[in-house]
T-cell receptor, first 112, second 112 residues
Framework: DTAVSQTPKYLVTQMGNDKSIKCEQNLGHDTMYWYKQDSKKFLKIMFSYNNKELIINETVPNRFSPKSPDKAHLNLHINSLELGDSAVYFC???????????FGPGTRLTVT | TQLLEQSPQFLSIQEGENLTVYCNSSSVFSSLQWYRQEPGEGPVLLVTVVTGGEVKKLKRLTFQFGDARKDSSLHITAAQPGDTGLYLCAGAGVGSARQLTFGSGTQLTVLP
């Protein structure tokens, strides 16, 4: 079983569309994250979320919103997609009290 | 804003050579992690260092955390082609979410 999974693996869409990326974890971790990796491989935190708090990186546009239907899932919804949103998006998880994060395989988003 | 500068950005060496990757910041981190990322996959954790001056060894890889917990290094002895990949350092913040700030990455290529 894959510990942290993401769907879809690839997503190609047009500007202005709304899309969602799903993340599921079977590790039982209580904190989940979304990261964006740009074309230069720079990985930047977007959100961290547990059942108590949502921390939003101040540079993330409000077109991006995390949605957690339950403890095992943290989906990323993006409204009004722009060309600059093209990147690889990674979900990650962490168990409270530890430092280690476990990453999903990534979703490559291409906005045309 | 916490920043992590990683050097070198690119490194191409012959099998059997030694190398060191540096990760520097002006900020103090509660922990420092090193990840390796291969194409089409998410980062995979190699090590976590927590205590200033800490040294950890993982087979041919040696990781060191600076005394002031602002910098770290990764040394690889007798590099092998299987070591090829993108190496990322990441510093954890002191808040409960322990968000990671990633370095810019070092793309290592080990030629046979």
């Amino acid at each position: 079983d894959t510990a942290v999974s993401q769907t879809p693996k690839y997503l190609v869409t047009q500007m202005g569309n709304d899309k969602s990326i799903k993340c599921e974890q079977n590790l039982g971790h209580d904190t989940m994250y979304w990261y964006k990796q740009d074309s230069k491989k720079f990985l930047k935190i977007m959100f961290s979320y547990n059942n108590k708090e949502l921390i939003i990186n101040e540079t993330v546009p409000n077109r991006f919103s995390p949605k957690s239907p339950d403890k095992a899932h943290l989906n990323l919804h993006i409204n009004s997609l722009e060309l600059g949103d093209s990147a690889v998006y990674f979900c990650a998880t962490r168990q409270g009290g530890t430092y280690e994060q476990y990453f999903g395989p990534g979703t490559r988003l291409t906005v045309t | 804003t916490q920043l992590l500068e990683q050097s070198p950005q690119f490194l191409s060496i012959q099998e059997g050579e030694n190398l060191t990757v540096y990760c520097n910041s002006s900020s103090v981190f509660s922990s420092l992690q090193w990840y390796r990322q291969e194409p089409g996959e998410g980062p995979v954790l190699l090590v976590t260092v927590v205590t200033g001056g800490e040294v950890k060894k993982l087979k041919r890889l040696t990781f060191q955390f600076g005394d002031a917990r602002k910098d770290s290094s990764l040394h690889i002895t007798a590099a092998q082609p299987g070591d090829t990949g993108l190496y990322l350092c990441a510093g954890a913040g002191v808040g409960s979410a322990r968000q990671l700030t990633f370095g810019s990455g070092t793309q290592l290529t080990v030629l046979p």
